[in-house]
């Protein structure tokens, strides 16, 4: 089969592919036919080697698979497996042994286990989660870390209430999840946008307030007034958007800290400005599980803009980097 292999921080360009054996499932495995997968920004993060230094990086070094979201079917099974069989469409989880609790393990797809970016592979049976006959692969293949992101985001730390409101930053994949999760939960939406196609794009996601913040400097204020203060806002830029998001909120509001578009993450300002900040760090398997659930009982279908082929994974990769695209980038890996 074909693989995808990369050194954290050699770039995009440096990307292979490769013709990879691959052996039977052992014991407690299940060997999955991978059918797509969908590009997270914490990939361009390893390619770029934006956080590279002391501690590693995200991979930890040497050469590693990238992605962690991606979706296909069991084809085998080894000894001892019962949670999934032959057949089942299934997704491997974030970090391949958090199942439960706040703890995560560091076993996390594309970072420091290998990824998804692969036509055949075996996972730990136990973590994988089925998905459902309402999500096609590549919408499910959205979900491991831009979908979770967005849920965790909503409903861990301050769960969110019928009729409050979210403020998304951009049309990435994690804010456009957080936009749906949001508008099925019964909360409105702020999005905003440097670009207002992609603007146009939302509202008819259900958008009920779009913001160009390119050509409007104060979208924080309307923001607050046009919400009465804002109750959880999706931060994916980091800290030099970190004023602007706490002059939007609601004295009860939160910002959910999970980007660095831009710069330094927000969290990293804890403590110096008076709002709440909660790190996002993805989720676990029960939480994956409890959004996926909730995306099919409510017609959720995750956007993916548009996909490439394994063989133009790098083409795929300087997509995602352009920023030229709206909700996900996939890949295709028939």
């Keep these: 089969m074909k693989a995808a292999t990369i050194v954290e921080g050699q770039g995009i360009d440096a990307i292979e592919l490769r013709d990879v054996d691959v052996a039977p499932p052992a014991p407690g495995e299940a060997q999955v036919r991978l059918h797509c997968a969908t590009i997270n920004f914490r990939d361009l993060i390893v390619a770029k080697g934006l956080l590279i230094p002391s501690m590693g990086g995200i991979t930890g070094g040497g050469t590693r698979i990238p992605m962690s979201c991606a979706a296909g079917v069991v084809t085998a099974v080894g000894e001892g497996v019962s949670r999934v069989k032959p057949g089942d469409r299934v997704s491997p989880i974030f970090a391949q042994s958090w199942f439960h609790g706040r703890d995560p393990t560091m076993d996390m797809l594309g970072g420091m286990a290998d990824g998804v970016a692969r036509q055949i592979a075996n996972f730990s049976a136990e973590g994988l989660v089925h998905n459902p006959d309402e999500l096609g692969d590549l919408e499910a293949a959205t979900f491991a870390c831009a979908g979770l992101t967005a849920w965790n985001a909503l409903f861990?730390?301050?769960?969110?209430?019928?009729?409050?409101?979210?403020?998304?930053?951009?049309?990435?994949?994690?804010?456009l999840a957080a936009l749906q999760f949001a508008k099925a939960h019964g909360a409105n939406v702020i999005l905003t946008s440097s670009s207002d196609a992609k603007l146009r794009r939302g509202k008819a996601l259900g958008a009920d307030v779009t913001l160009n913040y390119r050509t409007d400097p104060d979208w924080a204020a309307k923001a607050r007034n046009a919400s009465g203060g804002v109750h959880v806002v999706i931060d994916v830029?980091?800290?030099?958007?970190?004023?602007?998001?706490?002059?939007a909120l609601a004295p009860d509001g939160l910002i959910s800290a999970i980007g660095m578009l831009g710069s330094a993450f927000s969290w990293t300002r804890i403590g110096q400005v008076q709002a709440q900040i909660v790190p996002v760090n993805v989720g676990n398997r029960d939480e994956h599980e409890a959004m996926v659930a909730f995306a099919a009982k409510h017609g959720i279908r995750p956007v993916v803009d548009v996909v490439y082929d394994l063989t133009r994974i790098h083409d795929a990769f300087r997509h995602a980097e352009s920023g030229q695209f709206f909700g996900k980038v996939g890949i295709n890996l028939y």
């Design 156 to 175: 861990l730390a301050r769960p969110l209430q019928h009729g409050e409101w979210v403020l998304c930053h951009g049309t990435g994949g994690v804010s």
């Design 237 to 247: 830029a980091g800290a030099e958007q970190l004023d602007d998001n706490v002059s």
